[in-house]
């Protein structure tokens, strides 16, 4: 990347402004952003973008619309960079997920949507596609904010509660069968097309064009409950088996009795109250910040100490954070419960006292000695900053590591 990007601020349509869009439009209709990113140069030039493809540790892909071996075939990276040369002029797509992990400078255009819960903020997928190239029409089950950033897309949506959304058999990826437009609109570089759940659409490029989009995270409640259950069962629930010393012949050997039944799900029950509000806190945030494998940080080898950190972040000034980096924070669940900070998984417990260092911490893409100088002369402070920087979190600016 040439140049870091300067992302203008994001615009609503005349009349619109945050709250109102979240109060009319979100989780519920459709809304084209005509020029909401005004002005808009996009800093990621394909050849970048199909070389970033070709790294072991990112996630992408290529839809193929007319293939040899039939329609919408799907091929996965990483590619060899002579791939793309033997591609079809027309009628495909490159897709990778997560750049803003992979290149947090892109990733600084998510803080355009902090109107927004970062937990909810999933990722930043970019696609390349050459003329009439398109991943078919399709269903998400998440929002979405569709940003043009270079060429032009043509979105066809439908609204229309009758639409069948059955899908095209024996394929790997999800494509509707039928698909009627109600509406459409040609998308330029800068505008965005916001899409709620279960909004049936279908974008197709004229001529080469990149397409940005803001995935929300919405998780399944059988993935909550699955993982948390999982979670009481660990730690919650009596140890040991079930027991009957008190049991006397049945007048029905083969009958499953309501005092078994009752006794059981008592001792299970037994265990979810166990958990309470700061362990299901706890466990949720971990959750919320766990990476994929392909995102794990590097940790720091061999780890620093405390006071070598410490000094590192005077001396340079400032730390960068790591685009793979997730940090959430949580202000106590009671009144003499301890604050938590969640990063990639971990849950570090600390002082109330400190929900103002865990807030900067979680909202900068840069850890500047200015803003947490006064902090470093809490202990718990540098333990939790040092803590953080092994763990990959942080890094010295470019040219200050040793």
Same mark, same amino acid.
């Given at each position: ?7 203008? #601020? ?16 979100? &989780? ?57 040369? *033997?591609?079809?002029?027309? @009628? ?19 803080? +355009? ?14 696609? @390349?596609?050459? %003329? ?5 029409? @399709? ?12 060429? +032009? ?5 439908? *609204? ?21 437009? !109600?509406?459409?609109?040609?998308? #330029? ?7 709620? $759940? ?26 909550? /409950? ?12 009596? $140890?040991? +088996? ?7 012949? $049945?007048? %029905? ?11 059981? +799900?008592?001792?299970?029950? !037994? ?43 005077? =001396? ?18 009671? /009144?003499? =419960? &301890? ?46 900053? *040092? ?5 990959? @979190?942080?890094?010295?600016? #470019?040219?200050? #590591? $040793?």
């Amino acid at each position: 990347m040439s140049a870091l990007p300067d992302f203008p #601020e994001l615009r609503f349509p005349n009349g619109i402004d945050a709250q109102a869009f979240l109060v009319r439009y979100w &989780q519920r209709q459709p809304l084209l952003m005509r020029q909401a990113l005004p002005d808009f140069e996009n800093p990621l030039p394909s050849d970048e973008l199909a070389g970033l493809a070709c790294e072991p540790d990112v996630e992408s892909r290529i839809i193929l619309e007319r293939a040899e071996q039939g329609p919408w075939q799907v091929q996965h990276g990483p590619f060899d960079s002579e791939r793309f040369a *033997t591609l079809p002029p027309s @009628h495909w797509t490159l897709l990778v997920q997560d750049v803003d992990k992979h290149i947090p400078e892109i990733g600084a255009l998510l803080e +355009r949507f902090d109107f927004l819960p970062r937990w909810r903020i999933d990722d930043l997928m970019v696609s @390349h596609a050459e %003329d009439q190239g398109s991943v078919g029409p @399709h269903v998400d089950d998440y929002d979405v904010f569709l940003i043009q950033a270079e060429g +032009r897309r043509r979105w066809r949506i439908t *609204t229309a509660p009758e639409q069948p959304l059955d899908l095209i058999p024996d394929l790997e990826i999800r494509i509707l069968q039928q698909f009627q437009a !109600s509406q459409e609109w040609l998308l #330029e570089p800068g505008d965005i097309l916001y899409l709620p $759940p279960g909004v049936p659409h279908w974008g197709i490029a004229e001529g080469p064009c990149q397409t940005w989009s803001v995935g929300l995270r919405a998780p399944a409640w059988r993935e909550l /409950a699955d993982d948390w259950l999982a979670q009481v069962a660990d730690r919650f629930t009596p $140890p040991g +088996r079930w027991q009957d010393r008190s049991l006397t012949p $049945p007048l %029905d050997p083969a009958e499953l009795d309501q005092d078994s039944i009752k006794a059981m +799900r008592s001792r299970i029950e !037994s265990g979810i109250a166990t958990a309470g509000a700061d362990a299901f806190a706890a466990w949720l945030g971990s959750w919320l910040t766990e990476p994929k494998l392909n995102l794990e940080l590097e940790s720091r080898q061999p780890s620093w100490a405390e006071v070598e950190v410490i000094a590192a972040l005077k =001396a340079s000034q400032r730390f960068e954070r790591d685009g793979r980096s997730r940090l959430l924070f949580a202000a106590p669940v009671a /009144a003499d =419960a &301890q604050a938590s900070l969640f990063a990639n998984g971990q849950h570090h417990s600390l002082s109330a006292e400190l929900l103002p260092l865990l807030s900067l911490l979680a909202n900068r893409q840069t850890l500047e000695l200015e803003q947490v100088g006064s902090w470093l002369r809490d202990p718990a402070a540098r333990r939790l900053i *040092t803590d953080l920087f092994n763990a990959g @979190h942080y890094w010295l600016p #470019e040219g200050k #590591e $040793p």
